[in-house]
Nanobody, 114 residues
């Protein structure tokens, strides 16, 4: 069982930046494929991007060039750096860990508004 706790969400103006963090429990964090997803009001949850245990990255088209995922295995933490935010990025952002199972955090709200 893996517990995931996201933090770093909040209100930001268009064009601004935020960095989300996801802290994971357990001793085999380094083996997990970690992902960030988001769900906007009235929409389905969608992939933002993933990072493998080896550091390979994959991003959804809407965030390419603006968002960066990284991980610190020593801290059991994965990050989502979000730049050039737009109102369309407003959503609850969720952290996901996959290995033999799939685990989710509780989500953190990101609101982009002037």
């Amino acid at each position: 069982q893996v517990q995931l706790v996201e933090s770093g969400g909040g209100l930001v103006q268009p064009g601004g930046s935020l960095r989300l963090s996801c802290a994971a429990s357990g001793s085999i964090f380094r083996l997990y494929v970690m992902g960030w997803y988001r769900q906007a009001p009235g929409k389905q949850r969608e992939l933002v991007g993933t990072i493998t245990s080896g550091g390979s990255l994959n991003y959804a088209e809407p965030v390419k060039g603006r968002f960066t995922i990284s991980r610190d295995n020593a801290k059991n933490t994965v990050y989502l750096q979000m730049n050039s935010l737009t109102p369309e990025d407003t959503a609850v952002y969720y952290c996901n860990a996959k290995l033999s199972g799939s685990y989710w955090g509780q989500g953190t709200q990101v609101t982009v508004s002037s």
